[in-house]
């Protein structure tokens, strides 16, 4: 069945960087685009941004950009995000998700999601 | 972009239907047919409900339901059950090809 499993948890101090990773299995990896989106303790979710394994073109949410990169491995399936200059308002779970197929365009849903990786910043 | 706009908690005793709002604009609700609504139960991943405002993945049960008017979208679960109990969230393809989340709604079964 498709699944996308995450990195584990991980403790930052601020300032420095953290890379997550997304490995998935039961799909073409390069047949549709991977979100991500984070989810502070207590808060709600908040999308960052998608990439397309066909070709690593990505997109980010205003608030991440220059911040934030995303790619992926085709090879292994797995796709990748990586946050610079944490802060405390970083810690967060950050999920992966699978995105529409890549065909169209990347309007729609999120139909399966990463169990989550904590990012602590302290 | 702003998050879309829920109600904070929805609640009701079993077997009643609720229905939880998600207000937009137009350049997000109001402007595509790509709401989706996802339930998350604490500490687990959230889970696709309903897609495209009103279809539902294989699996999810027939008692959850989507709509939309103009820059409303809604989420009605018929005949509430104890399992129904979680957060939901809706969110929306947006204008700027980006996505917006709604703040979340906590539903309680009395």
């Known amino acids: 069945q498709v699944q996308l499993v995450q990195s584990g948890a991980e403790v930052k101090k601020p300032g420095a960087s953290v890379k997550v990773s997304c490995k998935t299995s039961g799909y073409t990896f390069t047949g549709y685009y991977v979100h991500w989106v984070r989810q502070a303790p207590g808060q709600g979710l908040e999308w960052m941004g998608w990439i397309n394994p066909n070709g690593g073109v990505t997109n980010y949410a205003r608030k991440f950009q220059g911040r934030v990169t995303m790619t992926s491995d085709t090879f292994i399936s797995t796709a990748y995000m990586e946050l610079n200059r944490l802060t405390s308002d970083d810690t967060a779970v950050y999920y992966c998700a699978r995105g529409t197929p890549n065909y169209g365009s990347t309007a729609g849903s999120f139909d399966i999601w990463g169990q989550g990786t904590m990012v602590t910043v302290s | 972009q702003s998050a879309l706009t829920q109600p904070a908690s929805v609640s009701g005793s079993p077997g009643q239907p609720i229905t939880i709002s998600c207000t937009g604009t137009s350049s997000d609700v109001g402007g595509y047919n790509y709401v989706s609504w996802y339930q998350q139960h604490p500490g687990k991943a959230p889970k696709l409900m309903i897609y495209?405002?009103?279809n539902r993945p294989s699996g999810v049960s027939d008692r959850f339901s989507g709509s939309k008017s103009g820059n409303t979208a809604s989420l009605t679960i018929s005949g509430l059950q104890a399992e129904d109990e979680a957060d939901y969230y809706c969110?929306?393809?947006?204008?700027?090809?980006?996505?917006?989340f709604g703040f979340g709604t906590k539903v309680t079964v009395l």
């Open positions: 969110s929306s393809y947006t204008s700027s090809s980006t996505y917006v």
């Open positions: 495209d405002v009103n």
